[in-house]
């Protein structure tokens, strides 16, 4: 699929974490596409350490979207205004 799919689909995962999850939000293209594709590699590299995934198999469009969550969350929370 190659470097354009990676950000077709993480641009995807990205929107739909966005939607599922309250709060302030990174706002744009490239922070939505780096947000859904730093939740694949997430998802990826935790399911592997769980052991759901085996040693380079990729995490799926679920497991993307989770990934993707949990960097959101964790975004809200050091982006928080003090």
Known sequence: MGILGA?????IVG???KLITPG??????????VLGIV???VATYLGQAI???QAGQPAGFFGAIVG???????WRQLARPR
């Open 39 to 41: 939740g694949a590699l």
């Open 68 to 74: 993707a969550i949990i960097v959101l969350l964790i």
């Open 15 to 17: 929107i739909i974490a």
């Open 7 to 11: 950000i077709i689909i993480g641009f």
């Open 24 to 33: 302030p939000k990174p706002r744009g293209f490239i922070l939505t596409t």
């Open 51 to 53: 052991g759901w995934y």
